[in-house]
């Protein structure tokens, strides 16, 4: 399995806190991603990253920054928390598609909740 | 721009029948890849199976086949001999040429019963 960690894995907050959710891998792959899932929507990308320092923005990306600092480290910051964001976030990564199929890994997702 | 749908919000099978779970696609591209997912209660997200459009084959993993018909933009998910541990939700995803992140639909979830 993939060596990807998601922090914290459950999170309450209040409307208009900041909130960082941080994905960890020790797999050394190029890219990392950031999606969330919600009922009746599938997983839609939110952020994604193609190298330490180089992101972009994904579908649903109001809301929300990303950084990257480290190969090993995609940070996932909501500025100020809205209802809205309640979701379950899962980081993903893969190392390209052109070394195999170029699946994606996931974390075990991190839960958060909006009050 | 590319879109995944999946028309089965939820699905019944009787435990070791077949099931064919739907996806149809949608792209300009020549060149892309299909993946399905599986997303347990446990909520992990499982790497099932893989098809490049340029497959001749359509691919399979044991009890997984996908069904790729290239004309009718469709790649539909066979699970062969249903078990109570199928259960689960299913995702379809694409991804266009290149490194572009995956796409998912919304999922279909799956009920095997004994």
């Known amino acids: 399995d993939a060596g990807i960690t998601q922090s914290p894995r459950h999170k309450v907050t209040e409307t208009g806190t900041p909130v960082t959710l941080r994905c960890h891998q020790t797999e050394n792959h190029r890219y990392m991603y950031w999606y969330r899932q919600d009922p009746g929507h599938g997983l839609r990308l939110i952020h994604y990253?193609?190298?330490?320092?180089?992101?972009d923005k994904g579908e649903v990306s109001d809301g929300y920054s990303v950084s990257r600092s480290k190969t090993e480290d995609f940070l996932l910051t909501l500025e100020s928390a809205t209802s809205s964001q309640t979701s379950v976030y899962f980081c993903a990564i893969s190392d390209g598609a052109g070394k195999n199929t170029g699946e994606l890994f996931f974390g075990e997702g991190s839960r958060l909740t909006v009050l | 721009a590319q879109k995944i749908t999946q028309t089965q919000p939820g699905m019944f099978v009787q435990e070791k029948e077949a099931v064919t779970l739907d996806c149809t696609y949608d792209t300009s591209d020549p060149s892309y890849g299909l993946f399905w997912y599986k997303q347990p209660s446990s909520g992990e997200m499982i790497f099932l199976i893989y098809q490049g459009s340029y497959d001749q084959q359509n691919a399979t993993e044991g009890r997984y086949s996908l069904n790729f018909q290239k004309a009718r933009k469709s790649a539909n998910l066979v699970i062969s001999a249903s078990q109570l541990g199928d259960s689960a939700m299913y995702f379809c995803?694409?991804?266009?040429?290149?490194?572009?992140?995956?796409?998912f639909g919304k999922g279909t979830r799956l009920s095997v019963i004994a």
């Open positions: 995803a694409m991804r266009s040429p290149g490194n572009t992140p995956l796409v």
């Open positions: 990253s193609y190298g330490v320092k180089d992101t």
